[in-house]
């Protein structure tokens, strides 16, 4: 059985840090690109981050700069590091995991960004 669980998220004040984390139980991220999404209340979930099993990585426009995805294959875990959070970054944050055949998702952590 395959499973994404993330954690990390919270209430933090504008301006604040947070990192996610995604761990993978049943796949082998190495095998996949991993990617965070963001879901805010009412809109669509956006695609935030890419990471390739290449080792390559894309952002997305509105986060570019303030925002690092990384992995440890060795740790079956895939990260979000956010910085300078801003109230528009609140959402519930989901871990991806898109494969050849096979896509799975998390079941998001949710992040709180107000003074």
């Known amino acids: 059985q395959v499973q994404l669980v993330e954690s990390g998220g919270g209430l933090v004040q504008p301006g604040g840090s947070l990192r996610l984390s995604c761990v993978a139980s049943g796949i082998s991220i190495s095998d996949y690109n991993m990617n965070w999404y963001h879901e805010a209340p009412g809109k669509q979930r956006e695609l935030v981050a890419v990471s390739r099993k290449d080792g390559t990585t894309d952002y997305a426009d509105s986060v570019e700069g303030r925002v690092t995805i990384s992995r440890d294959n060795a740790k079956n875990t895939v990260y979000l590091q956010i910085n300078n959070l801003e109230p528009d970054d609140t959402a519930v944050y989901y871990c991806?995991?898109?494969?050849?055949?096979?896509?799975?998702w998390g079941q998001g952590t949710q992040v709180t960004v107000s003074s």
């Open positions: 991806n995991a898109r494969g050849k055949y096979f896509e799975y």
